[in-house]
C-alpha cells in the first residue's frame, strides 16, 4: 500500500512538472541569443522542413522595386540568410559579423511561409503583420535608450475622447511622464503621430516612445512634458480589436486617412488635452510630430493652425497631394507656408533616410524653404522607410523641445 502511495505521489509530482513546464515554457530551444563577441545566433526547430531562412533589418538591405502612382520606385529591404540545420532538427544561423546595438525586427521562412519565432516572446504588429524583436542594447549607445533602467516612470494611459467631427468616441494613448500624478504642475505637451495603417499603439510598441521619453527625461535632455499619441484614422475608434469592428484584418487602406477629415478635426484633441490634463495651454508650449503619413498631416496641422503649435517635426513625411481640391486644408499651400513662418514657430525639423523612397518630395520641399529663407533643421541617415530611423528622429527631435 505504501509502495502504491509513492507511486502515485511520484505520477502527481511528475504531472505537476509537465503542467509547469508547459505553462512557463520549459527549456525549449534559445533564441534569438546574443553571443559574447556580439555576434546574434537564430534557432528554429523544424525537422522535416526543407529550407530555413531568416530574414530582419539586422541583415545587409537588399534592393526591392514597387509601383506607386504609376512610377517605379526602389526601397531597401530586409536582408536574407540561410539556417543550416543540425541535431534534432534544429535549424541555426550565427551572423559572421557583430551586430551594432539597436532594436530589429525579423521573421523565419520555412519552406517560404513566414513565421515568427516561437522562442522568442517579443512580438510587434505593424499593420497586419507580426515580426519577432531583437533588441541589442549597449551603454552610451542610442539602443540603450529604448531598453529599461531604473529611473522614474511616466505612466501610460488608454483615453476615450468624443469626437464631433467622426460621430463617435475615439482613443488616445497618453503618457504623462515621472511625478505628475503626485504633482501640480502644469506641462509642456507633445503630439505624436504615426504613419499609414498604424494607430495609437504604433509608436509605444514599434517606436518604444515611452522607454526614450523616460531615459531621455531622466538624463536631463528633455523637458518632462505630456505626451499624447493619435490614431490618425478618423474612420477608426482605436487599434484592432479595441475596436467596435471585432476580428477585422488591419490594413492600409482605410477611408479617411489623407483627405483633410483628420487634420480639420485635429483641434478636437488638443481641446481635450488642455481640458483633462495640467497643459501649459499656449502655443509656445506645443509640439507635434509624425513618420510618413503622420509626417503629412503634422505639416497640414500645423499650416493650417499656426497658432497652434511652436514646434514641429517631419520624419520621412509624405508631402504634397495629387489633388489639393479634395480639401481646404491643402489648398493655397504656399501662403499658408508663409503665413506660419511670419509667426515666428520655434523649431520645423526634417528627417529622413538616404534611401527612402520618399526624398526626393523631402528634397523638393527643402528646396522650397530655402528659396524662400525660412529656417529648419535637417537630420539624413541612412537607410529607408524604417522603424529603425524613425526612432533615432524622435529621439533627436524631442531634446530640441520646450528650451
Known amino acids: 500500500m505504501k509502495k502504491l502511495a509513492l507511486i502515485a505521489a511520484a505520477m502527481l509530482l511528475g504531472s505537476a512538472a509537465f503542467a509547469q513546464q508547459a505553462l512557463f515554457g520549459g527549456p525549449g530551444v534559445v533564441s534569438p541569443e546574443i553571443n559574447a563577441?556580439?555576434?546574434?545566433t537564430f534557432r528554429y526547430q523544424a525537422p522535416k522542413a526543407v529550407k530555413?531562412?531568416?530574414?530582419?533589418?539586422?541583415?545587409?538591405?537588399?534592393?526591392?522595386?514597387?509601383?506607386m502612382n504609376g512610377q517605379k520606385m526602389t526601397f531597401d529591404s530586409p536582408g536574407v540568410a540561410d539556417l543550416k540545420e543540425g541535431e534534432n532538427g534544429i535549424w541555426e544561423y550565427t551572423t559572421p559579423f557583430k551586430v551594432a546595438p539597436e532594436m530589429y525586427t525579423y521573421t523565419f521562412r520555412i519552406d517560404g511561409n513566414s513565421v515568427i519565432d516561437p522562442n522568442n516572446m517579443f512580438v510587434n504588429r505593424d499593420v497586419?503583420?507580426?515580426?519577432?524583436?531583437?533588441?541589442?542594447?549597449?551603454?552610451?549607445?542610442?539602443?540603450?535608450?529604448?531598453?529599461?533602467?531604473?529611473?522614474?516612470?511616466?505612466?501610460?494611459?488608454?483615453?476615450?475622447?468624443?469626437?464631433?467631427?467622426?460621430?463617435?468616441s475615439?482613443?488616445?494613448?497618453v503618457y504623462t511622464p515621472a511625478g505628475y500624478e503626485t504633482s501640480k504642475a502644469k506641462y509642456p505637451v507633445l503630439y505624436v503621430l504615426h504613419g499609414i495603417g498604424g494607430d495609437e499603439d504604433a509608436w509605444v510598441t514599434q517606436g518604444r516612445a515611452t522607454q526614450i521619453l523616460d531615459n531621455l527625461i531622466a538624463r536631463g535632455e528633455a523637458k518632462p512634458m505630456i505626451v499624447v499619441f493619435t490614431n490618425g484614422n478618423i474612420s477608426q475608434e482605436a487599434a484592432p480589436l479595441e475596436n467596435s469592428t471585432g476580428y477585422t484584418r488591419p490594413t492600409m487602406s482605410l477611408p479617411q486617412t489623407?483627405?483633410?477629415t483628420f487634420e480639420t478635426a485635429f483641434p478636437e484633441v488638443v481641446k481635450f488635452i488642455d481640458s483633462h490634463y495640467r497643459t501649459i495651454a499656449k502655443k509656445q508650449s506645443r509640439a507635434i510630430c509624425g513618420l510618413s503619413m503622420g509626417g503629412f498631416h503634422t505639416l497640414y496641422i500645423s499650416l493650417n493652425n499656426p497658432d497652434m503649435f511652436n514646434y514641429s517635426g517631419m520624419f520621412s513625411a509624405a508631402i504634397g497631394v495629387n489633388d489639393p481640391s479634395v480639401s481646404p486644408i491643402y489648398q493655397d499651400f504656399d501662403a499658408?507656408?508663409?503665413?506660419?513662418?511670419?509667426?515666428?514657430?520655434?523649431l520645423l525639423w526634417v528627417g529622413i533616410g538616404s534611401t527612402d523612397f520618399l526624398i526626393q518630395s523631402n528634397n523638393d520641399f527643402r528646396k522650397k524653404l530655402d528659396a524662400a529663407g525660412y529656417p529648419y533643421k535637417y537630420m539624413e541617415t541612412d537607410g529607408g522607410h524604417i522603424w529603425r530611423n524613425w526612432r533615432i528622429y524622435l529621439s533627436e527631435f524631442v531634446p530640441l523641445l520646450f528650451k
Open 336 to 346: 499658408k507656408l508663409a503665413t506660419y513662418f511670419s509667426k515666428k514657430p520655434a
Open 128 to 168: 497586419a503583420s507580426l515580426t519577432s524583436v531583437l533588441l541589442v542594447p549597449e551603454k552610451g549607445a542610442r539602443s540603450d535608450l529604448y531598453a529599461i533602467h531604473n529611473v522614474p516612470h511616466g505612466t501610460v494611459s488608454k483615453v476615450w475622447y468624443p469626437s464631433a467631427t467622426a460621430g463617435f
Open 52 to 67: 530555413v531562412q531568416v530574414t530582419g533589418d539586422f541583415l545587409p538591405t537588399q534592393k526591392t522595386e514597387f509601383e
Open 37 to 40: 563577441d556580439g555576434t546574434v
Open 258 to 260: 489623407m483627405e483633410g
Open 170 to 173: 475615439r482613443r488616445l494613448t
